[in-house]
């Protein structure tokens, strides 16, 4: 059961936390949703702020203290192989686009995986790409329409493959 809360503060982006019991840590995870994505003509300074927000929403789902690896729902953290591919990973889809670096978040699988999330409110879609928790797997990409319900799978993904997915998906 997914249960999902929306809070605004003032001044403050609407933050929503979304508990699902697929988490593995039991505690909720924070979306800082965006109505609008960065702007094409923006500096280098945002485009690095949009990567840098990104990139610790991935920080944080390793943060537990725990010396257990796993509880009722699955592990509670990546696995050591998910971790280090989730983060080189998201550093050269940060290196390849040529636009703007699109605001994404992490949730952590619960075999250890680690995915990476970006939504597009507007278009109601999104992508996902599934990183493995052990090799010998291959990282996933998902293109998914929530309007209709499609999706798209790519079995065997690259950076490549991603950031052109990226690049549609805000267009």
């Known amino acids: 059961m ?15 936390t979304c508990a699902k019991s697929s988490y593995n840590s039991g505690n909720p995870i ?15 300074s945002n485009i690095n702020s949009t990567y840098q927000i990104t990139k610790q929403r991935l920080l944080e789902i390793d943060n537990t203290n725990s010396n257990e690896g796993e509880d009722e729902w699955g592990a ?7 971790w280090q ?12 686009i040529i636009f703007d670096f699109p605001l994404g978040f992490a949730s952590l ?10 939504k597009n409110r507007s278009t109601k ?3 996902r790409v599934s990183i493995p928790s052990r090799e010998g797997t ?3 990409l998902y293109i998914r329409d929530l309007g209709n319900g499609k999706s798209k799978l790519f079995a065997s993904s690259s950076v490549d ?8 998906l805000y267009q």
Do not use: C
């Open 109 to 118: 699988e619960s075999d250890g995986g680690v995915e990476l999330v970006w």
């Open 30 to 44: 924070k979306i800082f949703a965006s109505k609008n994505m960065p702007n094409v003509a923006s500096n280098s």
């Open 161 to 168: 493959l991603v950031a052109i997915a990226l690049q549609f």
């Open 85 to 96: 591919l989730s983060l080189e990973f998201l550093q050269q889809i940060f290196e390849q």
């Open 76 to 82: 509670i953290r990546p696995t050591s192989y998910a």
């Open 2 to 16: 997914n249960t999902i809360s929306l809070a605004k503060q003032e001044n403050k982006p609407h933050m929503i």
């Open 125 to 127: 879609n999104e992508v």
């Open 138 to 140: 291959d990282i996933s």
